[in-house]
């Protein structure tokens, strides 16, 4: 069955970077598009970021470009999120999740049927 399970979140100063990982299993990982989703306290669930499967095309959503990097190893089966210059609005619980197809709609929650329990990012200022 498919497997994802998030790493790397923790508390940071503003300013300060972490990486976050997603161990991937269960099934062909080089083969579906990837996601980096945040949830903060009271706020919907929203997508920061997403890869293809090859790792050609990356989104980002407009709060976190320029300061967050995507990327993977589809040798590892990893996913990961660089995360620079951390903002206290970018506490939320970060989760990884795989997409239903090969080339869906970056941001759309329901194109994600895979997700992993999450990992807590808490930037203070």
């Known amino acids: 069955q498919v497997q994802l399970v998030e790493s790397g979140g923790g508390s940071v100063q503003a300013g300060g970077s972490l990486r976050l990982s997603c161990a991937a299993s269960?099934?062909?990982?080089?083969?579906?598009?990837m996601g980096w989703f945040r949830q903060a306290p009271g706020k919907e669930r929203e997508g920061v970021a997403a890869i293809s499967p090859g790792g050609g095309t990356t989104n980002y959503a407009d709060s976190v470009r320029g300061r967050f990097t995507i990327s993977r190893d589809n040798a590892k089966n990893t996913l990961y999120l660089q995360m620079n210059g951390l903002k206290p609005e970018d506490t939320a619980i970060y989760y990884c999740?795989?997409?239903?197809?090969?080339?869906?709609?970056?941001?759309?929650?329901?194109?994600?049927?895979?997700w992993g329990q999450g990992t807590q990012v808490t930037v203070s200022s």
């Open positions: 269960g099934y062909i990982f080089g083969s579906y598009y």
């Open positions: 999740a795989r997409a239903r197809t090969f080339s869906p709609v970056w941001s759309r929650i329901d194109e994600y049927p895979y």
